[in-house]
């Protein structure tokens, strides 16, 4: 049986509500999911009632973008973090605000290029929750002004393009404590994106690992076979788990699916125990 431990909602920039999300992940046969949405865990709620519906086990989580000293920007998943109050649930309400402040520049900045946007506008494409790039991306397609999502990032919205703004982060290192702080366990997503090479992010995640550091997603929707492998043995070799995801977000990643990526992946459930031996009393 498998699971998928990389999943977002509406909650943050994904197109299928939380409770679609788990009738999706019901339809693939999941036994087990985590909500991983940006910054929150607004679809929380949602989402378990869904999967007790379905009978499938529910994992609360969030996705970071935190700063770490010899990569930049790294993400991070966070499991096992409840709603309500504690260490990193409180840094999650600056982070959303934070993440509000930078949008309203980006809405600036696309109308300075001479486009027709508000934000009301991407607001409203959100549905009134965790509007993100994506939601701009759509309404750039709707508009006319490109062709379609990965163009309006290649364009105005990816790092080093014209509408693109940079936002307030997490220390990764005070990340992982807070998480840990919380009772919660963190995980490297999709390390293919630090942007150092093999053997730097070896270095670099023995230190974190030192630090916390609970896993690293290594059955990633995106990766060869032989990435999948690779990071999965440098996860054993560093005491910590293989987790794996989709990363689904629905259309606005296309071609991605609930459970099993662009068709291959395979996320067995074992890794769901590994994760839980992870935990530390917060």
Do not use: C
């Not at 990389?6 to 339809?27: Q, R």
């Not at 999650?92 to 109308?111: G, H, K, M, V, Y």
């Not at 054993?236 to 989709?246: E, H, I, K, Y």
Request: proline share 4%; no cysteine; hydrophobic share 40%.
């Amino acid at each position: 049986m498998a699971v998928d431990l990389h999943l977002h909602s509406t909650a943050s920039d994904g197109t299928e509500p939380p409770s679609g999300v788990v009738a999706l992940a019901a339809a693939a046969g999941l036994t087990a999911i985590a909500l991983t949405d940006h910054d929150n865990l607004d679809g929380v709620a949602e989402a378990r009632e869904a999967a007790d519906v379905h009978g499938i086990e529910f994992v609360a989580g969030t996705e970071l973008s935190v700063v770490w000293e010899s990569s930049g920007a790294v993400h991070l998943l966070v499991y096992f973090l409840e709603p309500g109050t504690g260490p990193l649930q409180d840094r999650l309400e600056w982070l959303q605000r934070a993440r509000s402040t930078r949008n309203e520049r980006i809405a600036e900045r696309l109308r300075e290029l001479g486009i027709d946007l508000s934000y009301d506008e991407v607001v409203v494409e959100a549905g009134g929750r965790g509007v993100g790039r994506p939601h701009f991306a759509a309404l750039l397609v709707a508009k006319g002004y490109v062709a379609d999502i990965a163009g309006a990032f290649d364009r105005y919205l990816a790092a080093g393009r014209p509408a693109y703004v940079g936002r307030e982060r997490l220390d990764a290192l005070d990340a992982i404590r807070l998480a840990r702080a919380s009772g919660a366990v963190p995980v490297i997503a999709h390390p293919h994106t630090i942007g150092i090479s093999a053997d730097e992010y070896r270095d670099a995640f023995r230190q974190l690992a030192g630090e916390g550091l609970g896993g690293i997603e290594a059955h990633y929707a995106e990766y060869e076979p032989a990435m999948r492998a690779h990071l999965a043995e440098l996860s054993r070799d560093l005491g910590v788990v293989a987790t794996g995801g989709s990363d689904f977000h629905g259309s606005y990643k296309p071609g991605l699916y609930v459970g099993v990526g662009r068709g291959d992946l395979d996320v067995p459930d074992s890794v769901l125990d590994e994760l839980r031996a992870q935990q530390r009393p917060g």
